[in-house]
């Protein structure tokens, strides 16, 4: 962010740093009498952002969504969007639009009643409503359901419907509570294309709760991963998938492989510190990733950045190297799965490509190997004290 | 008989397997029939007197009783309300009626939303205090009532039986508008507040159009009650007639063909207002249905 000159002459320059963030919460708790559904959550989501919030049911990204939506009250904390403070306004004094799960359409109303709903409410001159109705149908490729109730609509276009229903209010964010997971597979790959387009197209603040971790990746520019009722951690999917920061986002996102090690207590050089595994074997990671962590530490790696080697052949300079035994070998077609336990008991997932094309080249139950992969690639979480 | 058990299923068993089928065939014709019998016989059991009531409609009966056949006659279809006492007494059913039913509806339907949508303080008495009505006997309902007007010192007559008729039929009406409200997706309700359109305006768009089947119900069940009820009218009925109350007691002296012809009347319009309940219903069934299909 670009520092703003005290003696500004120009106020429009500091506006847009407030409008940046459009939607705010702070310190934000929420409890049903004892149960405590969120407990000190804050997030900042920018202007024009596709913001997912992705996590497994009951991790309270459904009742965050709903506190900004003003479906819910939090019991302590602020939301604001656009910098006013709106925590204690009701729904339809909100300046942002929800897509629900359920779609939620008014079953008495046409799809052109359905949508034109909000206008209405707004008093919206009625030949702008009809133009905003129709344009939006035509968006949405439902201009030819206009007259239908929503009882004689698919699933997939009811979604369109509700999601036209929304955005024809031009509003300043669109919440969506996992809008397509009533929808099958194939239907919901091509939704999520054409939400992604639409979002790109008119450019305002999505923010999308979902549980399933590739539709979070394939749509979001920022993805929240909430569990227990905190963000453990938010950023890009490259971010998350790449340096996860917890144990928890780091199996939440695909797998990973986890391992404990006692860090040494002065680095290698000046890129790398190491670690000693429970097989007394050394492992490097990245000074910086470990940055914070005093206690016990986990090092990681994504199965798929691991390779096996038989004991005669040697790993690339660098790379991280652990001793085992091949315990179970699975051909997957595009893929080889192995898993590999070393003499301490460490488990390895390893995803090697089928490159070979015969099983000449694979390893078998019971056979030592050697895993090894890029220093580089390792990435540190924090270690949990009770050591399970 | 105890002796001869051991050897009768010896007996029954050996010719079983040829002449198995066609018996079964035979029993189950017999056991149709009887039940088609049995069920003619109910039925008739359960209409007779209403069958009475509309033939007596048209009996030219002589003297103060109406319980002989005497001749066909439409006289008095001709001049139904020429019992002036009759008439006053179906006036004020049918007036104290649709009162009810319009006051208890609509309390009984707000009530119903406030149990269904809000979560307050005393919602679980308040649920049961709504159900008390329904399983107290409605002579204990009736004697308590007039006593409570009694101690209020207010006269009984035309308002107490409203005030009376109300408080019965709105536990009716919430228990049915409330099973409509479960049955409905709460997050539609919060789609209108998303949209812009307050609590009051989501009631009124949103909420009583999708409940709307529910609350027709509701009525014709309050009016039903309502236009029918004997025992606690009679206690808190004062010098004010109802038709029920003017039958009974007319039952005592005579009973003039006005009743059957009055009573044919009101028979036929409870009838009329189930089949349109039944229509609309249907049509909302399908409706959904359809929305299922699709």
């Not at chain 1, 629900?100 to 009625?126: C, I, M, W």
Request: hydrophobic fraction near 45%; include cysteine; charge should be neutral.
């Amino acid at each position: 962010m670009t520092t703003v000159p005290e003696s500004t002459e120009t106020p429009a320059a500091v506006r847009p740093e407030v409008e940046e963030r459009d939607i705010c919460l702070e310190h934000v708790h929420k409890r049903y009498g004892d149960q405590v559904v969120i407990g000190d959550l804050s997030l900042v989501i920018e202007q024009g952002r596709f913001y997912a919030l992705l996590g497994p049911s009951g991790c309270g990204k459904t009742t965050t969504l709903r506190m900004i939506g003003g479906f819910e009250l939090p019991t302590s904390g602020t939301v604001s969007l656009a910098g006013h403070d709106v925590t204690q306004l009701p729904p339809h004094k909100r300046e942002v639009n929800t897509v629900f799960q359920s779609y939620a359409l008014f079953p008495h109303l046409t799809v052109e009643k359905n949508v034109a709903f909000g206008l209405e409410r707004k008093k919206v001159d009625k030949h702008e409503t009809k133009r905003r109705v129709a344009e939006m149908l035509e968006t949405v490729q439902l201009s030819h359901l206009a007259k239908r109730k929503p009882g004689q609509l698919s699933g997939g276009q009811a979604q369109r419907v509700a999601l036209a229903r929304a955005l024809v209010n031009k509003p300043r964010a669109l919440l969506l509570d996992e809008p397509l997971g009533a929808l099958d597979l194939r239907l919901r790959r091509q939704l999520q294309d054409q939400l992604k387009q639409i979002q790109q197209d008119i450019g305002i603040t999505f923010v999308h709760v979902t549980h399933d971790q590739e539709e979070a990746m394939s749509m979001a520019d920022t993805i929240a991963v909430m569990n227990g009722g905190a963000i453990e951690q938010a950023g890009s999917a490259e971010d998350l998938y790449e340096r996860p920061e917890t144990s928890f986002v780091a199996n939440f996102l695909g797998t990973s492989n986890l391992i404990d090690v006692t860090p040494e207590s002065t680095p290698v050089d000046q890129e790398f510190s190491r670690g000693t595994t429970v097989d007394r074997e050394p492992v490097r990671y990245l000074t910086h990733r470990a940055d914070g962590y005093s206690g016990p530490i986990r090092v990681g790696v994504r199965p798929e950045k691991v390779r096996l080697y038989a004991t005669d052949q040697s790993p690339p300079d660098g790379d991280n190297v652990l001793h085992g035994k091949v315990v179970q070998s699975t051909f997957l077609g595009v893929t080889l799965q192995y898993l590999v336990r070393t003499p301490g008991g460490l488990e390895l997932n390893v995803i090697e490509p089928n490159l070979v094309g015969n099983s000449a080249g694979t390893f078998g139950a019971g056979q030592d190997v050697r895993v090894a992969w890029d220093a580089r690639q390792t990435f540190v979480v924090e270690g949990e004290a009770t050591g399970a | 008989m105890a002796t001869a058990l051991p050897t009768e299923p010896a007996d029954v068993v050996a010719p079983a397997p040829a002449a198995g089928p066609r018996r079964d065939r035979e029993q189950g014709r017999t056991r149709k029939w009887l039940l088609g019998v049995w069920s003619t016989l109910a039925i008739l059991f359960l209409v007779a007197p209403i069958l009475f009531m509309i033939v007596f409609s048209f009996n030219d009966n002589q003297g103060r009783f109406n319980f002989e056949w005497k001749g066909f006659t439409l006289k008095h279809w001709a001049h139904p309300f020429a019992d002036p006492d009759l008439a006053k007494a179906l006036e004020n059913s049918l007036l104290i009626a649709v009162l009810a039913t319009a006051v208890a509806t609509m309390m009984g339907t707000l009530l119903a939303v406030a149990l269904v949508r809000h979560r307050f303080r005393g919602r679980g008495a308040a649920d049961f205090f709504v159900f008390l009505p329904m399983a107290s006997p409605e002579v204990v309902m009736g004697a308590s009532l007039l006593a409570m007007f009694l101690v209020l010192g207010i006269g009984t007559g035309f308002g107490t039986i409203l005030v009376a008729h109300i408080m019965f039929s709105i536990s009716y009406v919430v228990v049915t508008v409330k099973s409509r409200l479960e049955g409905m997706d709460p997050h539609v309700e919060e789609a209108s507040r998303d949209l812009g359109a307050g609590e009051v305006s989501t009631f009124f768009r949103v909420t009583l159009p999708m409940i709307a089947p529910g609350v027709a119900a509701a009525a014709v069940l309050a009016f039903a009650l309502s236009i029918d009820d004997y025992i606690v009218t009679s206690f808190n009925a004062g010098q004010t007639q109802t038709f029920p109350l003017f039958i009974f007691g007319a039952t005592r002296q005579g009973v003039p063909p006005q009743v059957n012809v009055l009573s044919t009347m009101l028979l036929l319009l409870v009838l009329g207002l189930m089949v349109v309940n039944v229509l609309v219903q249907r049509a909302l069934a399908r409706r959904d249905f359809k929305r299922r299909e699709a």
